[in-house]
């Protein structure tokens, strides 16, 4: 399909390469415009005096097949992308399938039991004994 894709924008770019040859190859209104600059009388001595209904009737079959061809591609892009997304992420899974053996509920051990959460030593000054220790020594008596 990306084949396909490929060969379509190609007759794209052909395609718009000449509708801009065509636009600016017609005749210009009063003798105005960007016709005249790229050319505008040589269409009349290539197709003759009649040639701006051939021109216009191209033209505007250019344009139908421009926009048919864009909306067409836009399309199969689309439909290409979400084909090739999704087998990328279905082998991509596969693999991980794979890699992780699944647990059987049999042999899984069962939860730790929640342990209750331990208190902080106490670092502050309440914690503080408020008399002296009584099995302290005593300090000795300075003699003069």
Known sequence: MSFIVGIL???LVINCLVLVLLVLVQLPKKDAGAGLAFGGGAADALFG???????TKVTKWAAVVFFVMALLLAHMQDQL???NSAAVFEKQLEQKQMQLPVANPQTTPAPA???P??????NNLLSVPLSAPTNAPEAPAQSK
């Open 9 to 11: 924008t190609v007759i």
């Open 49 to 55: 005096a009649g040639s701006g209904n051939i021109l």
């Open 81 to 83: 992308h979400k084909n």
């Open 113 to 115: 039991p929640a342990t």
């Open 117 to 122: 959460p331990v208190a902080p030593p106490a």
